[in-house]
């Protein structure tokens, strides 16, 4: 039974106040700082490079390791991240629960200053437990999303918190790449500070979240376990499964696209420096970029999602995503093609410099895309559990994607196995075409009426 359109005006979620959307942003701007400097520019390509180093072998068991321990702390978010999220709920705990996500990431970066050449096992460990934690508190603190405000300022919201992350990690990793210079062995006394410096940025800019942020919700009695709470939740939901059935198709969709998703922000930047074999200045400037135009991408797609819909606006970033991927794949083919028929004498790196806009531009939107929709589909005392599924699709995702392309790369090389990328794009965007953005609203309005906000 659907609800009147009083009863779904009486039952909309007011606008929080800019302070706290503010605050709940902050942790998008503390945490990418992490994203850039330990996955994506930094310590990615250390690890490598320098830490495995087979140079000889084209770096392929080094980036083989560097798959597998992100898809191990990937593969633990899967396991548990919808139990939490049940916890959550039934305790009203979502901030207690990011709090201690947040030290343990913070912790475990830190130490990545002893991660010296020869120390694989040591890295792996620490990246395992710095990326689950990490990525845990992507969940959590997503998971506030739905009590900020109406579903139509949700794109917005999202869009501004991606977007602010992005000029947070210009910030960091911009302040680090220029002070800390090149992941080389020559360099490593000065590059292997980037642990403690992505920590210590993390730690002091997401403050704000922890004292702006309101925890709503009342907890339930208590007198269960955790294990016993999760379970009964999940269960349910699980049994409930059928009546949101958009977010269900949804999530598979997303399983695909951010497959893709996770491999290039753990492999770009390898990428840059195996194939396209940029310079420092190059490689700096292409963050620079990528930061610009993902945040400019998930700040206007934000505006745009909440006119024309977040599922046609998910679609056409996925679009996006396909033609920066065969970009990518083609950037030497096209510059030595160009070079022949213009007359030209531009290097590969050049050329690819255009490609990162378009990457860019996909990277920022498509995320705040999903996390929006996600927010429409989810009832407000569900939203943590169902922003746990959310997580779970993630990072399963992440340990498909990653892994995939490592076992690929050890066949084929990285450059072939880019186009995976451009794979999973297309059957994220086919999977989606079957998902109706107003009838998965309307789902969690009929449950709020049932079951009361």
Excluded at 275 to 298: H, K, P, S
Excluded at 405 to 432: E, P, T
Aim: aromatic share 14%.
């Amino acid at each position: 039974m659907s609800l009147t359109s009083a009863a779904v005006a009486a039952t909309a979620t007011p606008r929080a106040s800019r302070k706290e959307i503010l605050g709940w942003a902050m942790f998008d701007f503390a945490g990418q700082a992490y994203t850039l400097l330990i996955i994506t520019v930094v310590f990615g390509e250390l690890f490598t490079t320098v830490i495995v180093g087979d140079r000889g072998d084209g770096y392929r068991l080094a980036n083989f390791l560097w798959s597998l321990a992100l898809a191990m702390s990937y593969l633990l978010v899967v396991l548990t991240g919808p139990l939490c999220g049940a916890v959550m709920d039934y305790q009203a705990s979502k901030k207690r629960f990011l709090f201690v996500s947040y030290l343990a990431t913070v912790a475990a970066s830190a130490m990545l200053y002893f991660v010296v050449p020869g120390a694989v096992l040591l890295g792996v460990v620490l990246i395992v437990i710095a990326n689950y934690a990490f990525s845990m508190g992507e969940s959590f603190i997503a998971a506030f999303l739905p009590d900020l405000g109406p579903p139509e300022d949700l794109g917005k919201i999202s869009g501004f918190g991606w977007a602010l992350g992005y000029v947070g990690g210009l910030l960091a990793a911009g302040f680090s790449l220029f002070m800390l210079g090149e992941a080389t062995a020559e360099n490593f006394a000065r590059v292997r500070w980037v642990g403690p410096f992505a920590a210590g940025f993390f730690l002091i800019a997401a403050v704000p979240t922890f004292l702006w942020v309101r925890e709503r919700g009342t907890p339930q009695p208590p007198g269960k376990s955790y294990r016993e709470i999760a379970v009964a939740r999940v269960a349910t939901t699980l049994h409930e499964l059928k009546r949101f059935r958009d977010l269900g198709i949804f999530l598979v969709s997303l399983l695909f696209s951010m497959a893709g998703v996770y491999i290039v922000i753990a492999f770009a930047f390898i990428y840059g420096a195996q194939v396209i074999g940029w310079d420092e200045a190059i490689r700096n400037l292409m963050f620079i970029i990528v930061q610009i135009t993902a945040a400019v991408g998930a700040l206007g797609f934000g505006f745009i999602q909440d006119r024309i819909g977040t599922r046609i606006t998910y679609l056409f970033t996925l679009g996006l995503w396909v033609a920066a991927i065969l970009s990518i794949w083609a950037t030497p083919e096209v510059t030595a093609f160009l070079n022949a028929h213009l007359g030209l004498a531009w290097e590969a790196q050049h050329l690819f410099l255009v490609v990162g806009c378009l990457a860019g531009l996909s990277l920022g939107s498509s995320q705040s895309a999903s996390r929006a929709l996600v927010g429409l589909f989810s009832p407000s005392r569900k939203a943590a559990e169902f922003f746990g599924f959310w997580g779970l699709a993630n990072k399963l995702a992440g340990v498909i994607g990653i892994i995939g392309l490592g076992l690929l790369q050890s066949l084929v090389g990285l450059k072939a196995s880019i186009l995976l990328c451009a794979a999973l794009f297309i059957v994220a965007i086919l999977v989606c075409l079957f998902v109706d953005q107003a009838r998965g609203q309307q789902a969690a309005r009929d449950w709020e009426a049932r079951n009361g906000r």
